[in-house]
């Protein structure tokens, strides 16, 4: 960790903008020292709701307040891309809500910059740097060959056309809002899969109001993975190994626990739980990377990252096909 807390501004005031400035106030690595909104009362409004001291009326003055230290964006997905190249040519290491960019060219634009300029970029899929999760990826080897993953993301939403769920305009639809997480996880297990096929109903919008996706890869292995927005769903996970398997309780993307159970012998169960909303592991990451003069983060690479936009971009191919 750094000596003193990073100084983080937060370019948005929408839901997850408001969850990670609560849940900043549990780590001891950084503090919202700053806001950035399109209008000045939206950025009065999240500033005095989460005492944020700094409140700017444009994204561009955020990016350019010498008080701040990395920037987290936290903006409608289809302004991702504009939003953290902004800050990134400001010379500010960047923290970018999931998914990471709309699509892989936008994802690969944005880790050239960075890296041209070697300045520290991560995608914020909060759900790698959870205790559980890191605890699964350490019994990954004791499963033997993986040979399925499943995974579900289902909410309902009510229908509303100005939902950004449901707006074409804002990045609309389930795949990139709910998909990402079930795609993020089979990516962690299995990496990059050879084969990709996928069905999508529409919602009334035309955005994909469900989307069911079947992934093969080299080893033989499979992932079987569903989003919605029109039902609430289990949201549990699965890894099934020749030797043995892991059953993530639901939310699996959420802090969870989850149950270990051998081929042979006697299941293990373990339990978490975690205070807040589980956003505070992802910032504690970044301050880790910082202070070691890192530019991405082993367990979100910027490599996977665009592996995992490229296999979203294959995906909607897939239902156009």
């Known amino acids: 960790m750094t ?130 999760v890191r605890h699964i990826r350490e019994l990954l080897p004791r499963l033997g060959d993986v040979v399925t993953v499943t995974a579900d993301h289902g909410q309902w ?9 449901f707006a074409p305009e804002l990045g609309g639809g ?19 899969p050879e084969r990709v096929a996928a069905m999508a109903s529409p919602a009334f919008t035309g955005v994909d109001a469900q989307m069911s996706m079947l992934f093969g890869y080299a080893s033989g292995a499979q992932a079987v993975l569903t989003c919605t927005l029109s039902a609430v769903s289990p949201t549990t996970a699965a890894i099934v190994g020749t030797d043995a398997r892991i059953e993530v309780d639901g939310a699996f993307y959420a802090p969870a626990s989850f149950t270990f159970i051998p081929r042979e012998g006697e299941r293990s169960r373990f339990e978490y739980v975690d205070e807040g909303h589980g ?21 979100m690479p910027l490599a996977e990252t665009v592996s995992i936009m490229t296999t979203m971009d294959q995906v909607l191919a897939a239902t156009r096909t």
């Open 279 to 299: 956003l505070r592991h992802q910032a504690d990451e970044v301050a880790l990377r910082l202070a070691a003069g890192e530019t991405e983060s082993p367990l």
């Open 174 to 192: 389930a795949l990139l809002d709910l998909g990402i997480y079930p795609v993020s996880f089979a990516s962690m297990v299995l990496g990059a």
């Open 3 to 132: 000596n003193a807390p990073l100084r983080w501004g937060i370019m948005g005031t929408g839901g997850i903008a408001g969850a990670f400035a609560h849940d900043l106030r549990l780590t001891e690595s950084g503090v919202v020292a700053a806001v950035g909104s399109r209008t000045a009362d939206g950025a009065e409004r999240f500033a005095d709701k989460h005492r944020v001291p700094t409140r700017h009326s444009s994204y561009e003055a955020l990016a350019n307040d010498p008080d701040v230290d990395v920037v987290y964006v936290a903006t409608p997905h289809p302004l991702h891309h504009a939003n953290a190249r902004l800050a990134l040519e400001a010379g500010k290491p960047v923290l970018v809500e999931k998914p990471f960019t709309m699509n892989a060219d936008e994802a690969r634009d944005l880790v050239g910059l960075a890296r041209t300029k070697d300045l520290f970029l991560m995608e914020a899929m909060w759900t790698r740097f959870l205790p559980h």
């Open 157 to 165: 939403f009510a229908a509303d056309p100005a939902f950004r769920l």
